[in-house]
Nanobody, 124 residues
Framework: QVQLVESGGGLVQAGGSLRLSCAAS????????MGWYRQAPGKQRELVAT???????NYADSVKGRFTVSRDNAKNTVYLQMNSLKPEDTAVYYC??????????????????WGQGTLVTVSS
C-alpha cells in the first residue's frame, strides 16, 4: 500500500504564494509520475501539474508561469510552488503518484495513489 500525505494549503490573498508538499510512503519500489490535481466547487477534478522521475514537467495552461512543480526522489516527495495566486485557483488540491510497489511475495505491482486533499482558498 502507498499513502500520500499533503500539507501546505490554506487561505491567501490574491497575488500571494503558497507551497504544497506531498510525501509518499509504503513499500515503494519506484515512482514514475507525481503530480497535482484540483477540484473547485461544482467542477470536475482537473490536472494542475505533473513531473516524471526524469524531471520533465507538464502544466495546465491556466497555471503556466505561475506554478512550479518539483520533486525530491530521495524523499518520495512532490512540491507545488504557487505564485501570483488568483481567486479562480481556489480548490481542493490533490496529490497523485504512480509507480511500482512491492507485494508481500516480493514481486512488484503498479500503483496509482491519491492524497486526501488540501484546501487552497484565494481571497480577492
Amino acid at each position: 500500500q502507498v499513502q500520500l500525505v499533503e500539507s501546505g494549503g490554506g487561505l491567501v490573498q490574491a497575488g500571494g504564494s503558497l507551497r504544497l508538499s506531498c510525501a509518499a510512503s509504503g513499500s515503494i519500489f519506484s515512482i514514475n509520475t507525481m503530480g497535482w490535481y484540483r477540484q473547485a466547487p461544482g467542477k470536475q477534478r482537473e490536472l494542475v501539474a505533473t513531473i516524471i522521475s526524469g524531471g520533465n514537467t507538464n502544466y495546465a495552461d491556466s497555471v503556466k508561469g505561475r506554478f512550479t512543480v518539483s520533486r525530491d526522489n530521495a524523499k518520495n516527495t512532490v512540491y507545488l510552488q504557487m505564485n501570483s495566486l488568483k481567486p479562480e485557483d481556489t480548490a481542493v488540491y490533490y496529490c497523485n503518484a504512480e509507480g511500482l510497489v512491492y507485494t508481500i511475495y516480493g514481486t512488484k505491482r503498479p500503483f496509482d495513489a491519491w492524497g486526501q486533499g488540501t484546501l487552497v482558498t484565494v481571497s480577492s
